[in-house]
């Protein structure tokens, strides 16, 4: 492990290869699981201010359940989620027409139409952050419905932290980063790597 500031990454994140294959995986990682995305507090707001603009995107059933419990609850666990539809799918997946699974906020977001991307637990998958209190935990969350993003990561040789710049640079900032690069660089040329 290493330590930035008040955050410590998982040598994971650094070492492993992972590149979405969005082609392969069909955005399983969206739809697969017991519980909804976690999220931040203030993203609850940004979620219900995207609504008008992406709910005719969302499935019967997701509206009903947005409806019904809102864009968010609190899972067994304690966390603030953001709300499935029958114990598995985000409320906020949409299909294109091969099937693929994509995020209504994310798609509305690229066409110009909101300024919220996703939640940026979405954004960094599949790295999670911990809360520790003072300190934070950045660990790779290894899930069979990413062994594409595996292999192709494996092939192209891309890290995890790399294909993932963008959200840790949201999350942490580009300081931040720029620091978690120099971090590599020395463990690179000390053989740690």
């Known amino acids: 492990m290493i330590q ?6 998982s040598l994971d994140v650094l070492r492993e290869k992972f590149l979405c294959d969005i082609k392969a995986c069909h955005g399983q990682c969206c739809i697969e699981g017991d519980a909804g995305a976690p999220l931040e507090l203030d993203e609850v707001a940004a979620l219900e201010e995207a609504l008008p603009v992406i709910w005719d995107d969302l499935s019967p059933e997701a509206r009903k359940v947005i409806d019904k419990q809102g864009v968010a609850y609190v ?41 919220f991307m996703k939640p940026v637990s979405c954004h960094l998958y599949p790295i999670r952050v911990a809360d520790f209190g003072e ?30 710049k963008e959200p840790l640079i949201r999350k942490f900032g580009e300081a931040w980063y720029n620091e978690l690069c120099d971090c590599v660089k020395e463990l690179e040329e000390n053989g740690y790597l």
Do not use: P
């Open 4 to 9: 930035i500031d008040n955050v410590v990454v």
């Open 75 to 115: 899972d067994e666990e304690g966390d603030l989620v953001t709300s499935i539809v029958n114990g598995k799918d985000c409320v906020f997946t949409c299909y294109d027409e091969k099937g693929t699974c994509l995020c209504a906020i994310e798609k509305a977001y690229r066409a110009g139409k909101c300024a």
């Open 135 to 164: 300190l934070k935990g950045v660990n790779y969350h290894r899930w069979n419905v990413c062994q594409a993003a595996r292999i192709l990561g494996e092939q192209k040789g891309v890290r995890l932290y790399k294909m993932l």
